[in-house]
């Protein structure tokens, strides 16, 4: 699956913050414009997305474990981005009032509003649903992508509001403060890339769900990541996990009443690869999003 920042930082090698910080600023260049032009006018010799996920349905190594999701998933939604006078996908987000989105903050901070529109109510990004028009974004204050990536949340404002009567879209139950543990059963839903390449990004058209857990912040430190405690990670097998085009989208705790418990942040270089997937954790921002949607809605 994807869309993420990517982290240059390996066991046991020492990477100059400065060139982190390039890297990271390169990519997310990438991602929000020279990406989104690439996706909006495939070439007709090109790979087909859909073709290739449904081929590999067998492939043990295939990126986010090849499941095709098929149930409504009410609180979804696709930003996408005008390039060339069409829209692409370039991150996910949830709905979380009757006009807002909780994204990640790297999806829209470098973004106009005029540009950006959300889609809801669809599987595919490509076709079906709602498109409604931002109007404003929030990023957090305290965002920042160096020394490290911190506070990599934002909101975006829609109009007209959702059509939350409608049984395809719906809010996300955000819960309350407690704090998601290690060993927790979670699910990542997203249109991020199908192959582990950041570099070749391939995404599909129909919506992908990942059934994973999470892992404690220690074990992913240690795994080469600096995450601090306003952060969650979540680890899967090789061949498994967040990509380019995830970036902002839920992880969620399944159940009757799913709850939001991670916005996608960032992860490795390569998707996929046996690393964790990092997340905002949403229980640390409660206060926050709250005040923005008051402030808003006001």
Request: glycine share 10%.
């Amino acid at each position: 699956m994807g869309g993420y920042h990517f982290q240059l930082i390996r066991v046991g090698v020492k990477v100059p913050p400065a060139l982190v910080m390039f890297a990271i600023k390169l990519f997310c260049l990438y991602l929000s414009v020279t990406m989104a032009a690439t996706w909006i006018a495939p070439t007709k010799t090109s790979t087909d997305p859909m073709r290739s996920m449904e081929t590999a349905a067998a492939d043990p190594i295939r990126i986010n474990g090849g499941q095709m999701v098929n149930e409504t998933v009410p609180f979804q939604i696709s930003l996408q981005a005008q390039r060339r006078g069409r829209w692409s996908h370039f991150c996910g987000g949830s709905i979380v009032s009757a006009q807002h989105v909780l994204t990640a903050a790297h999806c829209v901070e470098k973004m106009k509003v005029e540009n950006i529109s959300v889609v809801v109510g669809t599987l595919n990004w490509k076709s079906g649903g709602l498109r409604h028009r931002v109007v404003a974004k929030h990023v957090h204050p305290q965002y920042a992508m160096s020394p490290r990536i911190i506070n990599d949340i934002a909101l975006v404002k829609v109009t007209p509001p959702f059509r939350l009567n409608r049984a395809d879209i719906g809010t996300i139950h955000l819960g309350g403060t407690d704090r998601i543990g290690e060993k927790v059963a979670v699910r990542l839903t997203g249109w991020g890339s199908t192959t582990p390449a950041t570099s070749s990004a391939s995404l599909p058209d129909h919506l992908q769900a990942l059934h994973y857990s999470t892992i404690s912040n220690e074990e992913c430190n240690q795994k080469g990541f600096r995450v601090t405690r306003n952060e969650i990670c979540a680890l899967a097998t090789h061949g498994q996990g967040a990509c380019v085009g995830d970036s902002g989208g839920p992880l969620i705790l399944a159940g009757s009443r799913p709850q939001l418990v991670g916005i996608v942040s960032y992860g490795s270089s390569t998707c996929a690869q046996g690393r964790p997937d990092v997340y905002t954790r949403v229980s640390s921002f409660l206060p926050y999003i709250s005040k923005v949607i008051n402030q808003d809605l006001a």
